[in-house]
């Protein structure tokens, strides 16, 4: 059964704390995603890798930290310098970079500060 | 520039009634226009997608409609069903690039 799997779905994190939310897919996929959800905010692109060992920025990259170790992973860690990081957070994958190839969603994480 | 400004924010339409969403662009650059379809809880998955060179894409009960002068494209839902009731988002890609930008979503209920 092929898909994108996210865990934990619910993640507490406390003050100055580093958490790690991960990110798998069968898909075969190149490209992985992650995205931030807030209400009225839409979904904005915080890190993205079109190819295992490389990732780029997104819009709103700043305290977060991704690798891309291998193809079917792309943890994302939210940083003690993240000030506002409750949100819905969601891992993306395509087949592959510079094409119009649909983004498959995970069920997401939800991140909740103590 | 890079901005997909989605429009309404929350929408109410009675079951069988048509729900319409609309967005608009400014980025020229932008040549695909998925929209994605997204239940509380779950991640959104593509409900249906456009390229420029067509005015309207129609998949069942779900038409998208394009007016690339106007830098405008909608989602039309004909025959509006309470399983539709969902959260729309809008989205645009910049040629060759693969990062998605999206709309602020629009809430959707269907009410009997």
């Known amino acids: 059964d092929g898909g994108i799997t996210q865990s934990p779905k619910y993640l507490f994190r406390k003050e100055g704390q580093n958490v790690t939310l991960s990110c798998e897919q069968n898909?075969?996929?190149?490209?992985m995603y992650w995205y931030r959800q807030d209400p009225g905010q839409g979904l904005r692109l915080i890190y993205y890798s079109q190819i295992v060992n490389d990732f780029q920025k997104g819009d709103i990259a700043e305290g977060y930290s991704v690798s891309r170790e291998k193809k079917e992973s792309f943890p994302l860690t939210v940083t003690s310098a993240q000030k506002n990081p409750t949100a819905f957070y969601l891992c993306?994958?395509?087949?592959?970079?510079?094409?119009?190839?649909?983004?498959?969603f995970g069920p997401g994480t939800r991140l909740l500060v103590l | 520039q890079q901005q997909v400004k989605q429009s309404p924010q929350s929408l109410i339409v009675q079951k069988g009634g048509i729900s319409i969403i609309n967005c608009a662009y400014e980025?020229?650059?932008?040549?695909?226009f998925p929209w994605y379809q997204q239940f509380p809880g779950k991640g959104p998955a593509l409900l249906i997608a456009?390229?420029?060179?067509?005015s309207e894409k129609k998949e069942g009960r779900f038409t998208i409609s394009f007016n690339k002068s106007a830098k405008q494209f909608s989602l039309h839902i004909m025959d509006s069903q309470p399983g539709d009731s969902a959260t729309y988002f809008c989205?645009?890609?910049?040629?060759?690039?693969?990062?998605?930008?999206f709309g602020t979503g629009t809430r959707l209920t269907i009410i009997p």
């Open positions: 898909l075969n996929h190149d490209a």
């Open positions: 989205a645009a890609r910049n040629f060759g690039n693969e990062k998605l930008t």
């Open positions: 980025n020229t650059a932008f040549d695909y």
């Open positions: 993306a994958s395509s087949i592959g970079a510079g094409g119009q190839e649909t983004q498959y």
């Open positions: 456009i390229r420029p060179d067509v």
